[in-house]
């Protein structure tokens, strides 16, 4: 019950030090009279991605490589799936052109990579699979040409590049900050530690764990953006939420934590893999069907009700 209660507090400080950093940090940027598009390049984006990045390079420290892979994959099959899927059946989902051929299909990319990185065993034969340094080197040069790609498209559309700005004073924005970091330490910390806890108190291992609680958790902030989004309709926000959400999940968070210590990957991670793989494609697909560059309400109930199926899957596996 300790371990449950402390998870809890941890995606509590989680999430509320991720808003905390972002809020002092972005008003701090201003008062330096830096650039909008470079505050939402930077800041906003690197403090949504915070929760998983965080928890994730606190799991490399420790070597549970289960939590790091189960966590970077969990998440974005939920935000697929889960998030998507859900408001697509508050909303249809109409999809700008360049999130339909570039945005999504670079997640498609992202999933298929990190299919590739993770099955030494298959691919090379190699005793055991590893996502290694020289491959998280990788994963950032990647994630540099979408930074750029990012950095481009705002360029071209300036309005994109408005963000919110909480104004606050100069102590107040330090304090924040500070605030915010402690926050994100402490909160990754009890997740981490009491994750690893419960899967050892009830039998369970730390790779279903990631997967299910651990990565939900860490995409609140996704989910309650999108959810919000979709309710005012202004679903470009919802979609591009959790596009780039998986992007930097894979691509940053994943390329980070296998440069701190290189990922092991679990033989029984290719069903996961595989789902990643799996949630992106039919993203990119249910765009050609029915209403074109839409994700329909019937789509969306599919999506949901295939990530019901996946947990189910992952649950039967455990107790199987």
Do not use: H
């Not at 990190?114 to 020289?134: C, H, K, P, Y």
């Not at 950032?140 to 994109?160: A, D, H, S, T, W």
């Not at 953006?225 to 926000?237: E, F, L, P, W």
Request: hydrophobic fraction near 55%; charged fraction near 10%; glycine fraction near 10%.
């Amino acid at each position: 019950m300790l371990n449950i209660v402390l998870l809890v507090l941890g995606f509590v400080l989680l999430i509320y030090g991720a808003n905390w950093l972002v809020d002092g940090a972005t008003s701090l940027a201003k008062m330096y009279n830096i650039p909008n598009i470079v505050i939402g390049l930077t800041i906003v984006a690197f403090g949504t991605s915070s929760p998983e990045l965080v928890v994730n390079v606190l799991a490399s420290v420790n070597g549970q490589s289960d939590i790091v892979l189960g966590n970077i994959l969990g998440s974005n099959i939920f935000n697929v799936m889960g998030i998507l899927g859900l408001s697509a059946i508050i909303y249809p989902l109409t999809v700008k052109t360049n999130t339909t051929w570039i945005e999504i299909p670079l997640a498609l990319l992202s999933a298929l990579v990190m299919l590739t990185m993770a099955n030494d065993m298959f691919l090379d034969g190699a005793e055991s699979s590893m996502i290694g340094r020289v491959e998280g080197l990788g994963l950032l040069f990647f994630f540099i040409i979408f930074m750029v790609y990012n950095l481009g498209l705002m360029k071209k559309n300036p309005e994109q590049s408005d963000v919110s700005i909480t104004y606050l004073s100069r102590p107040k924005s330090l304090l924040y900050i500070l605030g915010g970091m402690v926050g994100l330490v402490v909160g990754g910390n009890l997740i981490v530690e009491s994750a690893s806890e419960l899967a050892r108190g009830f039998g369970i291992s730390e790779r279903i764990i990631a997967l299910t609680i651990v990565s939900i958790g860490t995409s609140a902030p996704e989910l309650a953006t999108s959810i919000t989004a979709v309710r005012k309709k202004n679903v470009d926000i919802a979609i591009g939420n959790v596009v780039g959400s998986n992007i930097f999940n894979t691509f940053l968070v994943l390329g980070i934590a296998a440069i701190v210590n290189p990922v092991q990957v679990n033989v029984n991670s290719n069903f996961d893999l595989l789902t990643n793989v799996l949630a992106s494609f039919l993203l990119f697909l249910f765009l050609f069907t029915g209403r074109k560059r839409q994700l329909e309400r019937w789509e969306g109930l599919l999506l949901l009700l295939l990530y019901l199926l996946y947990l189910l899957a992952l649950i039967f596996w455990q107790t199987g």
